[in-house]
């Protein structure tokens, strides 16, 4: 139905005289008479009378105006809060992370989105590569950083960088003193692992499948083992970009101990161009950033 021709019925069963309603809508009165009896075949009714020389609405025509009248103020009202939106509305972005990925360079930029435009909200969600890939597919993440890459033809996965690894130790640990150590090398010390929802996949890169791993504590943050470190309870091993200076805490590089970090969204799928943009932006800045 002809969005125009309501608007033009609009006008006319108000006024009830085709030269005055012509004369406000800015339309000739043949365009007007042929647009209202295109309407009026269109709907199989009658919407005015003739009586004498002027018209007046039919019964179904005081029906049809009520409606009318109605949709096009709904209509009018919408198209004012979306051309308002324009400035006003948030702009959400979903990113899901790997533990320890969203530190440094990614928190930085969102931090920068919101400093420049206050319309940004981000939501942040903290899993495995598997399960956030899970997300994606069920259309509640944007974009995930990810450290493993799967045999998904839907997505897509592009590399940002790669990633070393320490070891936490608490300070005055017998280990606090080296330089640099080989997975070997921890098998002797209590550790704190990660549990089975975090995938393991930095874990496995990180120590030898074979060794002996004396895990005393398992969690599902690097934030959490960081204070399980501090509190002495053992060691763990974590991504270079959780590496901060503290205290309580020395890091020690682990040899020969690699990782890819991935940027992972869904082919095909139609994205806001904010977050299109967002995810150009982790891409670029942390490429820049591993061929310094």
């Known amino acids: 139905m002809n969005y125009n021709y309501l608007r033009y019925f609009s006008v006319l069963a108000q006024l009830e005289h085709y030269t005055l309603a012509a004369a406000r809508l800015e339309i000739s009165q043949p365009s007007l008479s042929s647009a209202i009896r295109s309407l009026e075949n269109e709907l199989g009714v009658s919407l005015f009378e003739k009586v004498g020389r002027n018209i007046r609405l039919t019964e179904q025509g005081r029906y049809f105006q009520k409606k009318v009248d109605s949709a096009l103020s709904e209509l009018s009202a919408a198209t004012e809060v979306l051309i308002a939106s324009h400035d006003t509305a948030p702009i959400v972005i979903r990113v899901g992370y790997v533990s320890g990925s969203l530190q440094g360079t990614v928190a930085k930029l969102m931090s920068d989105c919101i400093r420049n435009d206050k319309r940004f909200r981000f939501h942040i969600t903290e899993g495995s590569a598997k399960d956030l ?160």
């Not at 943050?221 to 053992?234: E, H, I, N, Q």
Request: proline share 3%; net charge negative; aromatic share 8%.
């Open 133 to 292: 890939m899970d997300l994606l597919h069920q259309e509640r993440l944007d974009m995930a950083i990810v450290d493993v890459t799967a045999r998904d033809r839907s997505l897509h996965f592009r590399n940002l960088r790669q990633r070393d690894f320490y070891v936490a130790v608490p300070a005055g640990h017998p280990l606090s003193g080296q330089h640099s150590l080989k997975a070997g090398d921890l098998v002797h010390y209590q550790q704190i692992g990660f549990s089975h929802s975090m995938d393991k996949s930095f874990e496995d890169w990180a120590s030898h499948q074979d060794a002996h791993q004396n895990f005393v504590c398992q969690v599902n943050s690097v934030a959490g083992a960081l204070d399980l470190v501090a509190a002495g309870v053992g060691i763990t091993i974590i991504p270079d970009e959780c590496v901060e200076l503290t205290k309580e805490i020395v890091f020690i590089p682990l040899q020969n101990r690699h990782q890819a970090l991935y940027l992972c969204t869904v082919y095909d799928r139609w994205l806001e161009p904010t977050a299109w943009d967002f995810a150009d932006q982790i891409v670029h800045t942390l490429r820049q950033e591993a061929a310094k």
